[in-house]
Protein backbone atom coordinates (compact mmCIF):
# COMPACT_ATOMS: atom_id res chain seq x y z
CA UNK A 1 0.00 0.00 0.00
CA UNK A 2 1.22 3.34 -1.06
CA UNK A 3 0.43 6.34 1.44
CA UNK A 4 0.75 9.80 -0.25
CA UNK A 5 1.07 12.90 2.09
CA UNK A 6 0.12 16.39 0.05
CA UNK A 7 1.03 19.97 2.22
CA UNK A 8 1.43 23.43 0.32
CA UNK A 9 -2.30 24.67 0.09
CA UNK A 10 -3.29 27.76 1.45
CA UNK A 11 -5.18 31.45 0.85
CA UNK A 12 -3.70 33.50 -1.55
CA UNK A 13 -4.63 36.33 -3.87
CA UNK A 14 -5.33 36.25 -6.89
CA UNK A 15 -1.77 36.93 -9.02
CA UNK A 16 0.03 34.89 -6.16
CA UNK A 17 1.90 32.00 -6.18
CA UNK A 18 1.76 28.52 -3.92
CA UNK A 19 3.83 25.38 -4.31
CA UNK A 20 2.41 21.60 -3.49
CA UNK A 21 4.71 19.30 -2.61
CA UNK A 22 3.05 15.11 -1.90
CA UNK A 23 5.71 12.55 -0.63
CA UNK A 24 4.73 9.19 -1.41
CA UNK A 25 5.85 6.16 1.12
CA UNK A 26 5.51 2.57 1.67
CA UNK A 27 6.86 -1.20 0.77
CA UNK A 28 8.75 -1.79 -1.89
CA UNK A 29 6.77 0.26 -4.74
CA UNK A 30 7.72 2.05 -8.38
CA UNK A 31 5.77 4.76 -8.84
CA UNK A 32 5.34 5.42 -12.96
CA UNK A 33 3.29 8.68 -13.27
CA UNK A 34 2.60 11.17 -10.18
CA UNK A 35 -0.19 13.88 -10.95
CA UNK A 36 -2.33 16.40 -9.19
CA UNK A 37 -6.24 16.61 -9.56
CA UNK A 38 -8.37 19.35 -8.90
CA UNK A 39 -12.19 19.23 -7.41
CA UNK A 40 -14.28 22.37 -7.14
CA UNK A 41 -17.37 23.05 -5.50
CA UNK A 42 -20.33 21.10 -7.06
CA UNK A 43 -17.87 20.53 -9.42
CA UNK A 44 -16.08 16.84 -11.47
CA UNK A 45 -12.68 16.19 -10.24
CA UNK A 46 -10.48 17.64 -13.16
CA UNK A 47 -6.90 16.90 -14.39
CA UNK A 48 -4.41 19.49 -13.77
CA UNK A 49 -0.90 18.21 -14.52
CA UNK A 50 0.67 14.40 -14.43
CA UNK A 51 4.54 14.02 -15.32
CA UNK A 52 6.02 10.21 -15.87
CA UNK A 53 9.02 8.61 -14.14
CA UNK A 54 11.17 10.20 -16.77
CA UNK A 55 9.89 13.74 -16.60
CA UNK A 56 7.44 14.17 -19.54
CA UNK A 57 4.71 16.39 -18.18
CA UNK A 58 1.25 16.83 -19.04
CA UNK A 59 -0.95 19.82 -18.55
CA UNK A 60 -4.20 20.66 -18.56
CA UNK A 61 -5.38 23.66 -21.04
CA UNK A 62 -6.37 25.75 -18.63
CA UNK A 63 -2.89 25.93 -16.33
CA UNK A 64 -0.20 25.55 -19.34
CA UNK A 65 1.98 28.65 -18.66
CA UNK A 66 1.30 29.24 -15.36
CA UNK A 67 1.47 25.72 -13.52
CA UNK A 68 4.60 23.78 -13.60
CA UNK A 69 4.96 20.02 -12.46
CA UNK A 70 7.96 18.20 -11.45
CA UNK A 71 9.35 15.44 -9.27
CA UNK A 72 12.41 14.42 -7.49
CA UNK A 73 11.94 10.20 -7.72
CA UNK A 74 14.54 9.40 -5.34
CA UNK A 75 12.15 11.56 -2.41
CA UNK A 76 9.08 9.96 -4.34
CA UNK A 77 7.85 13.34 -4.42
CA UNK A 78 6.13 15.30 -6.97
CA UNK A 79 6.00 19.26 -7.02
CA UNK A 80 3.33 21.74 -8.55
CA UNK A 81 4.39 25.22 -8.72
CA UNK A 82 0.95 27.44 -8.94
CA UNK A 83 2.27 30.81 -10.29
CA UNK A 84 -0.64 33.24 -11.11
CA UNK A 85 -3.10 31.91 -9.61
CA UNK A 86 -6.59 33.14 -10.59
CA UNK A 87 -9.52 32.61 -8.28
CA UNK A 88 -10.98 29.92 -10.61
CA UNK A 89 -7.98 28.20 -9.65
CA UNK A 90 -9.90 27.39 -5.87
CA UNK A 91 -10.29 23.71 -5.64
CA UNK A 92 -8.99 21.20 -2.96
CA UNK A 93 -5.95 19.55 -4.72
CA UNK A 94 -5.26 15.75 -4.43
CA UNK A 95 -2.10 13.97 -5.49
CA UNK A 96 -2.38 11.08 -7.17
CA UNK A 97 0.73 8.42 -7.86
CA UNK A 98 0.33 5.20 -10.21
CA UNK A 99 2.72 2.21 -10.08
CA UNK A 100 3.11 -1.32 -9.02
CA UNK A 101 4.58 -3.13 -5.97
CA UNK A 102 7.31 -5.80 -5.38
CA UNK A 103 4.85 -8.03 -6.36
CA UNK A 104 3.77 -6.39 -9.32
CA UNK A 105 0.65 -5.75 -8.46
CA UNK A 106 -0.56 -2.36 -10.03
CA UNK A 107 -1.75 0.45 -7.42
CA UNK A 108 -3.09 3.88 -7.62
CA UNK A 109 -2.97 5.72 -4.87
CA UNK A 110 -4.96 9.15 -3.55
CA UNK A 111 -3.62 11.65 -0.77
CA UNK A 112 -6.49 12.94 1.53
CA UNK A 113 -6.41 16.45 -0.47
CA UNK A 114 -5.27 20.15 0.07
CA UNK A 115 -7.42 23.32 -0.27
CA UNK A 116 -6.05 25.85 -2.26
CA UNK A 117 -8.26 29.07 -2.20
CA UNK A 118 -7.46 32.27 -4.24
CA UNK A 119 -9.43 35.54 -3.44
CA UNK A 120 -10.28 38.07 -5.84
Known amino acids: QVQLVESGGGLVQAGGSLRLSCAASGRSFNINTMGWYRQAPGKQRELVAT???????NYADSVKGRFTISRDNAKNTVYLQMNSLKPEDTAVYSC??????????????WGQGTQVTVSS
Open 51 to 57: ITRGGSP
Open 96 to 109: NARGYDSYYYSFDS
